[in-house]
């Protein structure tokens, strides 16, 4: 709890529990994100790990536990927590009658981003998002959402960005995309926490691997110690969840 | 553990001694009101029922505020049996006014300002248990009930307020001989009334802190279920990794 | 303070806008509005001074009514793209998430009665477009709006959410129709200010209570 050390740190949670209704999803969780540091989190469908990223992300309140992100507790300063993540979860959150430039800047402002225009223009030229800038989000292909999801994700400049299965679906040009964005959102020190279906990729891309199991973090290791038969040899069947 | 049923027990026949000991009075000691006659017994239980449900809204109003502010289930619960209760408090008040009212006043409905509010109130409660049958069990469900408990609560002296103002706007159709009639409520009446009011409150809490139990119950059925789903989850998971291969599904539901 | 009024117009802005490319809300708003008392023509027999004793209590009943639509609309849309997710994830504070949603319902409410007014005056042939009651109107929208957008926001995550949002908005509600009823029919009446302030005192405390209330409660509604 020193916030000596907890500053260092991009996530820091202990003793997170969630359950719905009769179904505990997590269980006692404990995790740590250093800054800098790309994470990602492995586990067998429905294990929880979308919810644990509604939680890390201040979307989902814990039934009982503590985050901090970069020292802000969500408990108490959310709002501040909110202002240095970004996400990009299952849906692209982003309005469907409105164009993907109305729906940053209507992002942006609720971020008070500085110099929005210019920021935007950045992220259009980033995420090559151009030609599309002016069609509304409903009317686009999934990989151009999830392009715009991930424009509106880092419009604010988070230092630690939540992707949730953020490849899936996504053709090779809007992959190749993404991945850029995630080295060089690391390149920059800056901390990502995601989840995938494709063990090699993830364990490629990360510095560290975790694997969720039975509502808690089941392994904790370096991605260069971790064979992707050590993950699938922690799957277990969530088959009450 | 052998304490509570005793407490309760000693508590469930106290209500059975005053509610006797309100009948008796009601139809046998107390002289019959020379205008209404017998009909105006309907007030002894009348009066008691609005002020038990009146105690209903803020043991909700309490519970909920409570509930949002700890997240401790025990208030969602006693917020659920105040609201339960209170809803059939309420609707016995509705019925013993109109059925006071029609012989009296000539009409079921006379837009008084207590029935009007009453009435509206059951309408809210009524809401608010329909919000819980149809969410799934759960913290949202709690937090949610008592956001709607809450604003029931504020709610209601606006609406007496407006009831009241509306009342004096629509001077009713009263037809009965008696619309004016201020009862006096001193000597036996008052006695008795005031006899009656600690009988239902009693029983009001009594039902409330049954429904309270039964509500107990059920949740630590809830959470023994999950408790051995997990056992189960667990002990699938623990033969899964000694044996490699698994081809049963892990148990529970 | 002035950062906080430009968010909670942003907020409403983006509703508009929405509003303006679906015409959703506001045209439901309306037609169920013109619906019901258009019902009421056939179902009584307006006679003059008939009209004058149920008009404005159709009148209120249709705006009530018709508002509840508008008001499930105004959280579907935010349910339907996860879109709420999204504003959860601004540091935007709740309250002016909460006063963002109030303003764009109270402007759709608004739009809907500069239509729903003329007509049912036509229609009843009473006189309701008055300084009076375009006051009693505007109270009457901010109130609704600011119930309307709690419990919307509320009702959003439950399966039912068509059948939950009036059953919990009418009755919550009924001291404002109550005031607008009573201070409309004052006014059709050839009364003014004075004969229904009291109502009007009623309207005004139902909508600064409610918008304080709501907006406190909105972040319990909000969270997961």
């Given at each position: ?47 929880g ?29 959310a709002?501040?927590a ?17 164009t ?84 060089e ?33 089941a ?23 | 553990?052998a ?9 469930l ?7 006797a ?37 803020v ?20 917020a ?80 007496y ?11 009713s ?55 051995i ?25 | ?15 508009l ?114 300084v009076?009651?375009?006051v ?84 319990f509604?909000?969270?997961?």
């Amino acid at each position: 709890m020193g916030t000596k050390n907890s500053v260092a740190l991009a996530v820091q949670a202990t003793g997170l529990e969630k359950s719905f209704g009769n179904a505990a999803v997590l269980r006692g969780l404990d995790m740590t994100v250093r800054d800098g540091e790309a994470v990602v989190i492995f586990g067998a469908n429905g294990v929880g790990k979308s919810t644990l990223l509604r939680v890390l992300t201040t979307l989902t309140r814990p039934d009982y536990g503590s985050i901090s992100i970069y020292g802000r507790d969500l408990s108490k300063q959310a709002e501040y927590a909110r202002l240095s993540l970004g996400a990009v979860l299952h849906s692209p959150m982003l309005y469907g009658d409105m164009t993907i430039r109305e729906n940053l800047n209507f992002f942006g402002k609720m971020f008070r981003v500085r110099d929005l225009p210019g920021r935007i223009e950045e992220m259009t030229d980033r995420l090559g998002l151009g030609p599309r800038m002016e069609q509304r989000t409903r009317e686009l292909s999934h990989g151009y959402q999830k392009r715009a999801a991930l424009a509106r994700a880092m419009l604010h400049r988070p230092r630690i960005l939540f992707l949730d299965e953020a490849e899936t679906g996504l053709d090779e040009p809007a992959r190749k995309v993404l991945d850029g964005v995630i080295s060089e959102h690391r390149a920059a020190g800056h901390a990502v926490v995601m989840t995938t279906h494709s063990i090699e990729r993830g364990i490629a891309e990360s510095d560290r691997v975790f694997v969720l199991a039975g509502g808690r973090i089941a392994l904790d290791a370096p991605s260069s110690h971790v064979t992707p038969n050590d993950v699938t040899g922690l799957y277990s069947d969530p088959s009450d969840a | 553990m052998a304490a509570l049923p005793k407490i309760r027990l000693i508590w469930l026949g106290f209500t059975a001694a005053l509610m006797a000991l309100t009948l008796w009075m009601v139809f046998l000691w107390v002289p019959t009101e020379i205008n209404q006659g017998n009909i105006q017994r309907a007030l002894y239980f009348h009066v008691p029922v609005a002020w038990t449900a009146m105690v209903a809204i803020v043991l909700i109003a309490v519970a909920s505020v409570a509930y949002l502010k700890t997240r401790d289930e025990k208030w969602d619960r006693l917020a659920v049996a105040g609201a339960e209760t209170g809803v059939i408090f309420a609707a016995l008040m509705l019925i013993t006014g109109m059925v006071w009212a029609k012989p009296v006043w000539g009409v079921w409905w006379t837009g008084e300002a207590k029935l009007t509010t009453t009435l509206i109130l059951f309408f809210i409660y009524v809401a608010y248990l329909m919000f819980r049958a149809y969410f799934p069990p759960g913290e949202q469900r709690r937090r949610l009930a008592a956001i709607i408990g809450l604003i029931g609560a504020i709610d209601t002296p606006i609406i007496y307020y407006g009831a009241q103002l509306w009342e004096r706007a629509h001077p009713s159709a009263v037809v009965g001989p008696y619309s004016n009639n201020d009862s006096s409520v001193d000597g036996p009446v008052g006695l008795t009334l005031l006899v009656a009011t600690i009988a239902f409150s009693v029983l009001f809490v009594y039902v409330a802190s049954e429904r309270y139990r039964l509500r107990k119950q059920e949740d630590e059925v809830m959470a023994l279920r999950r408790a051995i789903s997990l056992q189960a989850l667990r002990v699938a998971t623990t033969s899964d990794s000694t044996e490699s291969i698994s081809s049963a599904p892990a148990g529970g539901a | 303070m002035g950062a906080s009024l430009a968010t909670v117009w942003t907020l409403a802005r983006k509703d508009l806008l929405l509003e303006l490319r679906s015409k959703d809300i506001v045209l439901a708003i309306v037609v169920f509005a013109l619906l019901v008392i258009a019902i009421f023509t056939f179902a009584i027999e307006l006679t003059p001074s008939r009209a004058r004793d149920v008009g404005p209590g159709v009148l209120w009943a249709a705006v009530a009514f018709a508002g509840v639509l508008g008001l499930n609309r105004s959280f579907a849309v935010e349910a339907e793209g996860d879109t709420l997710d999204g504003l959860m994830l601004t540091p935007v504070s709740r309250e002016l998430i909460f006063f963002g949603k109030v303003l764009g319902n109270f402007i759709f409410i608004t739009i809907a009665q500069v239509v729903i007014f003329p007509v049912f005056e036509a229609l009843f042939n009473i006189s309701v477009l008055q300084v009076e009651t375009i006051v009693i109107a505007l109270l009457a929208s901010l109130g609704f709006a600011a119930v309307g957008t709690a419990f919307a926001a509320v009702s959003v995550r439950v399966r039912s959410r068509e059948i939950m949002l009036p059953l919990l908005f009418l009755p919550t509600s009924v001291p404002l129709i109550m005031a607008a009823v009573e201070s409309t029919s004052a006014v059709v009446d050839g009364g003014s200010w004075g004969d229904f302030s009291e109502w009007l005192q009623l309207a005004i405390a139902f909508d600064v209570i409610f918008m304080i209330a709501s907006a406190v409660l909105f972040q319990f509604v909000l969270e997961e």
